[in-house]
């Protein structure tokens, strides 16, 4: 049971999912001062902030939260790098991918903080850059099984805290604490298997109708919505 039970928590019933919206609610408040900054000369004293507030967060907060913020800044950062077009083509070669996988796995194994540690973001920010540039890590990432798990993925996202919580629950109510690791290993499994099904038909009956009317409504009110959009919507 010790495998399982290490960091998890029986009390967040969701997983936590929605732990992101406690920056959101800060990001958008601070948002026009952000933009009044970031004109002319202006930027270089908000990047200077960003330096000093990055730097204390790192260095001075133990707030787990305020710890979290400094992982926006790499997908801040993404955007920026796909900018230069030799890059991002590169991004997009074979050899970038096995680059990508090496310095992730050399970044993970020096690694000797938690999972929600800034320098565990840092390792897998190779192969999300290389992803968000639009490498397939060999054709992966583009198969039809990733690519309908990418499609569910909001629904695995919103759904498996809810029912992994509610079979380890059921485990430890029936008092089958004593089981062998192994047996846990197995219910989890299982239980990630009815999770993507039941996560496959919310996606289906629920996400999609809406994905599809709001894109024939996009379509149809807007010229500047992309052909490949438009012609998505059934």
């Known amino acids: 049971w010790q495998p399982l039970s290490d960091g998890f928590n029986s009390t967040e019933i969701n997983a936590h999912v929605v732990w992101t919206l406690w920056f959101e609610w800060r990001f958008y408040l601070v948002l026009p001062f952000i933009a ?12 200077a902030a960003a ?15 305020t710890q979290l913020v400094l992982t926006f800044i790499l997908g801040m950062l993404c955007p920026v790098l796909i900018e230069n077009r030799k890059f991002t083509q590169w991004l997009r070669s074979q050899t970038a991918a096995g ?12 690694n ?34 990733t690519r309908c798990l990418g499609a569910i993925s909001y629904s695995l996202y919103l759904l498996h805290g809810t029912l992994f919580y509610t079979v380890m629950n059921v485990v430890k109510s029936a008092h089958l604490m004593t089981f062998p ?22 996606f289906r ?10 894109h024939k409504t996009a379509a149809a009110t807007s010229p500047l919505v992309p052909d490949q959009v438009a012609q998505s919507a059934p």
């Open 181 to 202: 690791s192994m047996c846990y290993w197995v219910i989890l499994m299982l239980t990630a298997m009815a999770t993507t099904v039941l996560c496959s038909a919310t």
């Open 112 to 145: 000797r903080d938690s999972f929600l540690s800034f320098y565990f973001a840092i390792a897998l920010f190779p192969i999300f850059l290389a992803a968000a540039a639009g490498n397939s890590f060999w054709g992966i990432l583009t198969a039809r099984t």
């Open 36 to 47: 009044w900054f970031a004109v002319r000369r202006r930027i270089f004293w908000l990047a």
């Open 99 to 110: 680059a990508a996988l090496v310095v992730t796995v050399l970044l993970a194994i020096l």
């Open 51 to 65: 330096c000093a507030g990055v730097f204390t967060l790192h260095f001075f907060s133990s707030d787990i939260r």
């Open 205 to 214: 009956f629920i996400e999609f109708p809406f994905l599809a009317k709001s």
